[in-house]
């Protein structure tokens, strides 16, 4: 019952919020134009959309297989990411506000949540480059997916909350609730490098590649991104570590993406003379 209502709860709290957001960064008129060529729009993205869900379901169908192959193996570098930042949490932890903690459960439960399903609807109802910066952000996804999940099969590592007593897994402490969703969804061990933390990156990313042409999502992007990333770490889910690791390949991935798409919509369009791609070009939009 737990699990239904964290789950219902998260999913209206993203639906308004893409809402809102849809409304502010895109605009009633763009919107409504939009609506009536949504099937084209998404007949030319279905393909990325299409291999992105796959990737998911494969993703998900096969958790257990990786979850026992993982222990199997038995590669655990927990105490090699220990090594290497030490007390960082719990110094961070002893120093953010007890007050916040309500603010960064929502970050993390909700506003991850929001910017995976914001970015790509902002995109898919804009107008101009918005097709060509969705098709980015979902190969992006695909990456970092694909190599999370690599990562997560390969090393087991527990984080900061399971290894140290010196920090507290304060969002299950106090709101246990939603451990029923983060464990449906991903194992204990599944934190190097942070999910949260690269999907999130390579959400901001993307949006400051549209600033010029999305100017109001790019620093919506940015808060939110900013609070999911600090929040894994201040709740004790993840290292120091695991999140620079994130940011890397958030950043990494987006970078990939770009010339993937590039030359995967050269060889569908009619060469030109002289060749190339300008959208393709990695500095920013148009």
């Known amino acids: 019952m737990a699990l239904l209502e964290v789950t219902a709860l998260t999913g209206l709290s993203v639906i308004a919020g893409t809402a809102v957001v849809a ?49 199997a193996l038995d590669w655990n570098i927990t105490d090699e990411l ?55 952000l979902l190969v992006a996804y695909m990456l970092n997916y694909a190599v999370g999940t690599v990562c997560y099969t390969l090393f087991v590592s527990y984080g900061p909350r399971n290894y140290l007593e010196t920090v507290s ?11 029923d969703l983060t ?17 999130s990156v390579a959400v901001l990313t993307v949006a400051w590649r ?5 100017p109001r999502w790019t620093p ?16 004790g889910i993840h290292w120091l570590v695991d999140v620079v690791a994130g940011v890397a390949l958030g950043v990494g991935s987006v970078s990939a ?11 569908q369009s009619t060469p030109t003379r002289g060749g190339g791609d300008p959208a393709g070009q990695i500095g920013g939009d148009d």
């Open 169 to 179: 897994g304060l969002m299950y402490s106090v709101y246990p609730q939603t451990q």
């Open 82 to 136: 220990y090594a290497l930042e030490g007390e960082f949490v719990a110094t961070l932890q002893g120093l953010t506000p007890e007050a916040t903690l309500e603010f960064f459960t929502v970050s993390y439960m909700v506003g991850f949540a929001f910017l995976l399903v914001a970015a790509p609807v902002t995109y898919l109802l804009s107008a101009g480059s918005g097709q060509r910066r969705l098709k980015e």
């Open 183 to 199: 464990a449906a969804v991903a194992s204990n061990t599944n934190v190097f490098p942070s999910l949260h933390t690269s999907l």
């Open 257 to 267: 993406a770009v010339r993937i798409v590039s030359r995967v919509e050269a060889s």
């Open 23 to 71: 409304l502010l960064c895109i605009g009633p008129r763009q919107l409504s134009r939009a609506m009536t060529d949504v099937d084209d729009r998404l007949r030319d993205i279905a393909p990325y959309l299409g291999a992105a869900l796959a990737l998911l379901a494969v993703k998900q169908i096969t958790q257990g297989y990786r979850i026992r192959l993982s222990r």
């Open 210 to 214: 549209s600033r010029r042409t999305h």
């Open 220 to 235: 919506v992007a940015a808060v939110v991104a900013a609070a999911v990333v600090f929040s894994t770490m201040y709740l």
